[in-house]
């Protein structure tokens, strides 16, 4: 149920296509002007089932307003974003991982 959410919420938003490229480019672009004030995260994620759920997390992570870089592995279950912690926080991220049907811990 939960993957069937995701990937409903992948489709939507555009994260399979690969249209969206140009879109994640320039967020990222707008995101990273001084990578010197950005900051890391790493979480464990519970409730990947596949490499679908990691290359989608990864990718909706990505597009969010202040992400610099976002990687995410299905066999390690874990979750690394380099972010601007002024433009977002760790809160907003893990919301964001939660939102998506996942749960986000300190490893």
């Known amino acids: 149920m939960i993957r069937r959410q995701f990937l409903k ?7 399979t296509g690969l249209a969206s490229f140009g879109a994640v ?15 890391s995260v790493a979480w464990h994620v519970r409730g990947f089932t596949c490499v679908t ?3 989608g997390l990864e990718t909706l992570l990505r597009r969010e307003k202040g ?8 066999p390690q279950a874990m979750v690394t974003i380099q ?3 002024d433009v977002v926080t760790q809160e907003t991220l893990r919301s964001k991982i939660t939102e998506l049907g996942f749960t986000a811990d300190k490893d």
């Not at 919420?9 to 994260?15: R, S, Y």
């Not at 992400?67 to 299905?74: P, R």
């Open 9 to 15: 919420i992948a489709t939507l938003t555009g994260a």
């Open 25 to 39: 480019q320039a967020l990222r672009e707008d995101a990273s002007p001084n990578a010197e004030k950005t900051q």
């Open 53 to 55: 759920c990691a290359v």
């Open 67 to 74: 992400v610099v870089a976002a990687s995410a592995t299905w």
């Open 83 to 85: 972010y601007h912690p």
